[in-house]
């Protein structure tokens, strides 16, 4: 069987990006989560209260990283994929006050100077490798963003404007990818498209 990458393939993408399906207000992230928090939250369109505001929250706006993250919605206590979409002004001011989750020394020449600025910071960004429809790495990088502190307790209390299952639409991609109609598969792709990130968010403009 042949190993090489099946859509979505952009030879002509910057290394680090922000591709995500947004509209004019909000933009969709992606989380997996146990059928015992992520059912009620996509019953009630809010996180339920024993949603942990004081722990780190990841989000991902790549619905394929988010499927290599959770194997399709099949490991444990990640059986619930959530569509979360939020509010495009807290995105950014995530984005703004993020901080690298890994010192980049040619972002912080001075480690300590990052030390510090990652343990007062709200948001962390880390860019992993985009996947295809088998999850293999692709040649540029998506974004995930870790929310703690006020920005966790702002995204389920205040950014978040709905929040669906698409388990469903994840187990339906999956079938069709290992059934290798691949062409119906990407059609059912949620549209991801360049996010404009805001001036300031960590790794933008690098080439590396």
Do not use: N
């Not at 990458?5 to 989380?31: C, D, G, N, S």
């Not at 040619?106 to 343990?119: G, N």
């Amino acid at each position: 069987m042949s190993t090489s990458p099946i859509a979505p393939v952009r030879p002509t993408e910057p290394h680090r990006r922000i591709r995500a399906l947004h509209t004019e207000r909000t933009v969709t992230v992606y989380q997996a989560y146990a059928p015992a928090l992520g059912v009620p939250a996509a019953r009630d369109g809010r996180f339920p209260a024993a949603w942990k505001r004081e722990r780190m929250t990841w989000i991902k706006p790549s619905f394929l990283w988010m499927m290599y993250r959770c194997g399709w919605g099949t490991k444990a206590d990640q059986e619930t994929v959530l569509a979360v979409e939020i509010d495009r002004d807290g995105f950014d001011w995530a984005l703004r006050h993020a901080c690298l989750s890994h010192h980049d020394p040619d972002e912080h020449p001075d480690r300590a100077v990052w030390q510090r600025q990652l343990k007062g910071s709200p948001a962390r960004v880390q860019w992993d490798p985009e996947r295809d429809l088998r999850l293999q790495s692709l040649p540029y990088r998506s974004l995930q963003l870790g929310l703690a502190g006020e920005a966790s307790r702002r995204y389920a209390d205040e950014w978040t404007v709905a929040i669906r299952d698409v388990t469903p639409l994840a187990h339906e991609i999956h079938a069709l990818v290992r059934s290798g109609d691949t062409a119906a598969a990407a059609a059912l792709l949620p549209e991801e498209r360049p996010y404009p990130a805001p001036e300031g968010t960590p790794g933008i403009g690098r080439v590396s």
